[in-house]
């Protein structure tokens, strides 16, 4: 703990301070749940999609064996052209939101290649399409844990530190200043007794002055 200066203006820098922090820490606490729950849900929706890609990739393979023809099909047929991602907001935070992507197709000769290879890549482009979403959720998930550590630390500094450092500081000024009082007064007692103590001797020597007088 810094030291600080035991007076009157410390004391009230300090209650202002603590005024600060309780006054935010409710709203980093709402911040911290937020975060929370809204990972949760990105991590949720992240998981699902990861499903629908795997469930997606099931039906492909069995689907092309069916035809007999695996080999007709090849994943370089399908690219990835352009991915489109739009700015969303989360709690004070950016985050990217996948729109959708533009896919390119290799060429092939439509007489030689088998007639299915057309729907096959339909859901290939599904399956990249599923696949760059996940990624999107996952960049969302990183840049809200990130904000989320930041603000669990300002929680825990305001809660565990600040708040009773304040608290502290401003009793240990309270007491300082409230012995400062106690002893002004016994001091100004003593001195207003040693007052009267030599006022009374002065009066008591006129008058003794002046009884002497009146017997000359």
Do not use: C, H
């Not at 482009?125 to 599923?130: D, F, H, N, T, W």
């Not at 009793?171 to 002893?183: A, F, N, R, T």
Request: proline share 2%; aromatic share 6%.
């Amino acid at each position: 703990m810094a030291k600080i200066k035991l007076t009157k203006n410390e004391q009230k820098a300090q209650k202002d301070a603590l005024k600060m922090y309780q006054r935010y820490l409710p709203t980093l606490t709402l911040k911290k749940q937020q975060l929370q729950s809204e990972i949760r849900t990105i991590e949720q929706k992240a998981n699902e999609v990861r499903a629908q890609r795997v469930a997606l990739e099931k039906e492909f393979q069995v689907w092309i064996s069916v035809f007999g023809e695996e080999e007709a099909f090849k994943p370089g047929m399908v690219t990835v052209r352009n991915i489109k991602k739009g700015v969303g907001n989360i709690a004070g935070v950016t985050i990217p939101v996948y729109e959708g992507a533009e896919f390119g197709r290799g060429d092939y000769d439509l007489y030689e290649t088998p007639l299915w290879i057309d729907l096959a890549a339909d859901r290939m482009e599904k399956a990249l399409s599923l696949d760059l979403e996940a990624s999107v959720l996952d960049e969302q998930v990183r840049l809200l844990s990130q904000e989320l550590r930041t603000t669990s630390q300002r929680v825990n500094l305001f809660e565990k530190v600040k708040i009773p450092e304040a608290k502290a500081n401003i009793k240990k000024i309270s007491v300082y200043l409230g012995d400062q009082q106690v002893s002004a007064v016994v001091i100004s007692k003593v001195s207003k007794k040693k007052i009267d103590q030599r006022n009374a001797a002065a009066a008591a020597a006129k008058k003794a002055e002046e009884a002497k007088g009146a017997e000359k």
